[in-house]
């Protein structure tokens, strides 16, 4: 089975653009996890999806947005950019038989100029 | 909120046993987990502990006492491919029946020969 995947796997983009991150998440699994990690930090929670439903949202910006589609791939938007931005974007699925085990993407690495 | 404590650095050799601290504090607790990530590498889940006690899975263990907000991995008869970054994570209630995962700053371990 393939694991979780993430695209693209790298991004370059300036200042005030948007970006949009994907992510499919493991077959089966309900659960999309979005995560910001900035070199030489753990992972930061952005948001939590379940069924297409917002379920959970760390302390970031409205510029942070996703969404879940209907087979339960996500999105994740962030909107004028900054530089503090650059990071290591992680998606992590979970499915119903073991909700305490996130099983991570590759990440998408966002540099912001 | 929810805070976590863990060493930056860690230098053990070859061959011997290393445990890595953890200590918490956070408003709602329901797990303490930890994951190991490689340099350019995704998160992967070592353990879980939600009850008090020592949890082993082959050369991990994982201990919790969630009266003292404190749990340590334990790694023994370390190898090479041990060198990784470590993260505690805390698994709090966020509400609406979401559950999230507050990382640590990560503790890179070093195992020399």
């Known amino acids: 089975d393939a694991g979780v995947t993430q695209s693209p796997t790298h991004l370059i983009k300036t200042r005030g653009q948007h970006v949009t991150l994907r992510c499919s998440p493991i077959s089966g699994h309900k659960s999309v996890s979005w995560y910001q990690q900035v070199l030489g930090q753990g992972p930061q929670f952005i948001f939590q999806?379940?069924?297409?439903?917002?379920?959970g949202r760390g302390n970031f910006p409205d510029r942070f947005s996703a969404r879940q589609f209907p087979n339960y791939s996500s999105e994740l938007n962030v909107n004028a950019l900054l530089l503090g931005d650059s990071a290591l974007y992680l998606c992590?699925?979970?499915?119903?038989?073991?909700?305490?085990?996130?099983?991570f993407g590759p990440g998408t690495r966002l540099l912001v100029l | 909120g929810q805070s976590l404590e863990q060493p930056s650095e860690v230098t053990a050799v070859e061959g011997a046993i290393v445990q890595i601290n953890c200590t918490y504090q956070t408003s709602g607790f329901y797990g303490l987990s930890w994951y190991q990530q490689h340099d350019g590498g995704a998160p992967t889940f070592l353990s879980y502990n939600a009850l008090d006690g020592l949890e082993e899975t082959g050369r991990f263990s994982s201990f919790l006492s969630r009266s003292d907000s404190y749990g340590y991995l334990l790694l023994q008869e370390l190898q090479m491919k041990d060198s990784a970054s470590y993260f505690c994570?805390?698994?709090?209630?966020?509400?609406?029946?979401?559950?999230?995962?507050?990382f640590g700053k990560g503790t890179k371990l070093s195992v020399i020969p």
């Open positions: 994570a805390v698994r709090g209630y966020s509400g609406a029946g979401s559950y999230q995962l507050t």
């Open positions: 999806y379940y069924e297409k439903e917002e379920r």
């Open positions: 992590a699925s979970s499915g119903e038989d073991s909700k305490e085990t996130q099983y």
